[in-house]
T-cell receptor, first 112, second 113 residues
Framework: GEDVEQSLFLSVREGDSSVINCTYTDSSSTYLYWYKQEPGAGLQLLTYIFSNMDMKQDQRLTVLLNKKDKHLSLRIADTQTGDSAIYFCAERVTGGGNKLTFGTGTQLKVEL | NAGVTQTPKFQVLKTGQSMTLQCAQDMNHEYMSWYRQDPGMGLRLIHYSVGAGITDQGEVPNGYNVSRSTTEDFPLRLLSAAPSQTSVYFC????????????FGPGTRLLVL
């Protein structure tokens, strides 16, 4: 079955770039997602990438996918205090219905 | 659109009590899912549905029942609550056919004593 892993905590200074990493195990055709969760709230989809892509950029967000190492990263440029949240990596195997497998989440803390 | 709504926001139960967590969406989405979120474990899939009348088990289905009699509603039932079911529960929905955005409700915080 699918397994998704993330580091638990990341601290950066405001204005720096943040890089949040994720590894996954399934080698099938898959969608990989990044979600953001602010305290007391549900999850908000930030971006996603399909496994036939290497990179996707959306404003301050850049997603890199290394299929050989099954490694996914989310880079946030010019990190702001409003970016402080928990970031979840998730995987959905195509043909598997709507089943998402989530990582444990990375707590991003942005310091002044 | 109200999006995905969940009620109640917070609930305290005693062991052995039953209750239903409500979830509704007004976007005519085919797919709906229930997740639980526990510290250090991310979100885990409990049950999901790909359309009215169709449900299936996720990763952690034991102790929970679901039904999908309409497209809009996807209630989650706890038949006999246990302290291990203390968690935050999220409902989510998604349009079928290539739309990857999954919409999450605000969550229900459940405490079982």
């Amino acid at each position: 079955g699918e397994d998704v892993e993330q580091s638990l905590f990341l601290s950066v200074r405001e204005g720096d770039s943040s890089v949040i990493n994720c590894t996954y195990t399934d080698s099938s055709s898959t969608y990989l997602y990044w979600y953001k969760q602010e305290p007391g709230a549900g999850l908000q989809l930030l971006t996603y990438i399909f496994s036939n892509m290497d990179m996707k950029q959306d404003q301050r967000l850049t997603v890199l996918l290394n299929k050989k190492d099954k490694h996914l990263s989310l880079r946030i440029a010019d990190t702001q205090t409003g970016d402080s949240a928990i970031y979840f990596c998730a995987e959905r195997v195509t043909g598997g219905g709507n089943k998402l497998t989530f990582g444990t989440g990375t707590q991003l803390k942005v310091e002044l | 659109n109200a999006g995905v709504t969940q009620t109640p926001k917070f609930q305290v139960l005693k062991t052995g009590q039953s209750m239903t967590l409500q979830c509704a969406q007004d976007m005519n989405h085919e797919y709906m899912s229930w997740y639980r979120q526990d510290p250090g474990m991310g979100l885990r899939l409990i049950h999901y549905s790909v359309g009215a009348g169709i449900t299936d088990q996720g990763e952690v289905p034991n102790g929970y029942n679901v039904s999908r009699s309409t497209t809009e509603d996807f209630p989650l039932r706890l038949l006999s609550a246990a302290p291990s079911q203390t968690s935050v529960y999220f409902c989510a929905s998604r349009q079928a056919g290539g739309q990857e955005t999954q919409y999450f409700g605000p969550g229900t915080r459940l405490l079982v004593l």
